[in-house]
């Protein structure tokens, strides 16, 4: 539900570097586009000193959501805190979105 505060629990124990390059290809700021061929809208923050991104994903003509924070450490690597749901469906979405920008159009 947007506007929903929410707790944020899971850690996993590793990022892949693919998903750390699609997230920093997303612009900040709202951004439509698709995932699995359902239209999505999406949110991205990225704190000044860039230690903190922040996502929330809402599919624009169903009920799923898809909100995380990724904190990068100050040695090498990063925590993804995923707020309430796996940190696979996270990794799945950033992974898979396709802002509208970049969609290749539908063939007939």
Do not use: H, Q
């Not at 947007?2 to 709202?30: H, N």
């Amino acid at each position: 539900m947007p506007g929903t505060v929410t707790a944020c629990t899971e850690t996993p124990p590793s990022i892949p570097a693919t998903f750390e390059d699609a997230l920093a290809k997303l612009p900040d700021g709202y951004v439509d586009g698709y995932f699995g061929n359902r239209s999505w809208g999406v949110t991205v923050k990225r704190s000044e000193d860039g230690k903190r991104t922040w996502l929330y994903g809402e599919e624009l003509s169903g009920t799923d959501i898809v909100s995380f924070n990724l904190y990068r450490l100050a040695g090498p690597g990063s925590i993804l805190k995923p707020c309430e749901m796996s940190s696979a469906k996270v990794i799945e979405f950033v992974l898979g979105f396709e802002p509208s920008a970049r969609r290749k159009p539908l063939r007939p």
